[in-house]
């Protein structure tokens, strides 16, 4: 099989020698990933490290890799929303599948193992404020994954047709996709203190997740009827920006991803902690153990 040139539209590599958007050479990434939205918390994550080899930013992507008990962990910062998983993921895989001298891909696929550590809305009475929930799926209400061959293979569609039939889902919202977290990773990181959830992933922190303020709502009662939307015995646990991409693009891919969420705001009791940064570092210390 012929294998395939990525021209330089599609792939843009900085003169020095460096992916577009992430700053990153090659050289800089470690199998073992670990990603986060805000800027500030990649230096949360790497406070625990041992030592560290690199450290840069652009934009709101910003990158430490080092070690923490001899694993070499990269943690990156992807900013909020599932268009900026499509930017990262892309090029994390590229720096570790592609050869930048001759644009080709390599011979052997280089896996890596990618978790996500972010905040979410609980929606569900065991899910408080507090609550650590690793997503085994993520309904994917940002689109993204649509726009890629493979899409169906990728996605759970008896969940996703379930999902859509009892929601009465407007199609005018697009139409949203199940993907799945990596099995081996999320048992190993969810462990026996995390809730294996079902996480909706929107493509908005406001309307998208039926927050209503001076815009109406296309469906003023989705939430009402997410919260009672049961399949197989699972429902829905927690709303969040990312995790719907990161697993189908994983997926696709051929890489392990996960997200784990503290709950910070649970929308049922309608509660939240907006002080969640004092604690989050529990969960960070978990994830680092166990990636």
């Not at 590599?13 to 918390?41: C, M, Q, T, Y």
């Not at 890489?255 to 604690?279: F, G, S, W």
């Amino acid at each position: 099989m012929e294998k395939k040139y990525f021209a330089p539209s599609e792939l843009i590599i900085n003169s020095d020698g460096s992916v577009f958007h992430l700053h990153l050479k090659p050289k800089d990434l470690a199998e073992k990933v670990i990603l986060v939205g805000d800027p500030g918390r990649v230096a949360l994550v790497a406070s625990h490290f041992e030592d560290i080899e690199c450290e840069v930013s652009n934009r709101e992507f910003r990158t430490i890799t080092g070690t923490y008990h001899r694993k070499r962990i990269t943690v990156v910062s992807t900013g909020i929303g599932c268009d900026n998983i499509d930017i990262v993921l892309n090029e994390l895989d590229a720096l570790a599948n592609i050869d930048f001298q001759t644009r080709y891909e390599n011979e052997q696929l280089r896996q890596l193992s990618l978790v996500r550590i972010g905040t979410c809305g609980g929606l569900q009475p065991n899910t408080p404020v507090g609550t650590y929930i690793a997503s085994a799926k993520s309904i994917g209400f940002d689109g993204l994954l649509n726009f890629y061959a493979g899409r169906n293979q990728a996605s759970d569609l008896a969940f996703e047709q379930a999902f859509k039939e009892q929601v009465q889902w407007d199609m005018q919202m697009g139409n949203p996709y199940v993907a799945c977290a990596d099995n081996e990773l999320l048992e190993r990181i969810a462990g026996d203190d995390m809730v294996r959830g079902v996480t909706i992933a929107c493509g908005g922190f406001f309307g998208p997740q039926g927050r209503e303020l001076r815009l109406p709502l296309q469906d003023p009662m989705l939430n009402t009827k997410i919260q009672k939307f049961e399949y197989d015995g699972m429902r829905v646990t927690n709303f969040e920006m990312e995790s719907s991409a990161l697993a189908g693009l994983a997926t696709l891919m051929g890489h392990k991803a996960v997200t784990c969420c503290m709950v910070i705001a649970n929308r049922l009791a309608k509660e939240a902690n907006a002080n969640y940064k004092n604690t989050i570092d529990g969960l960070i210390t978990l994830v680092l153990e166990r990636i």
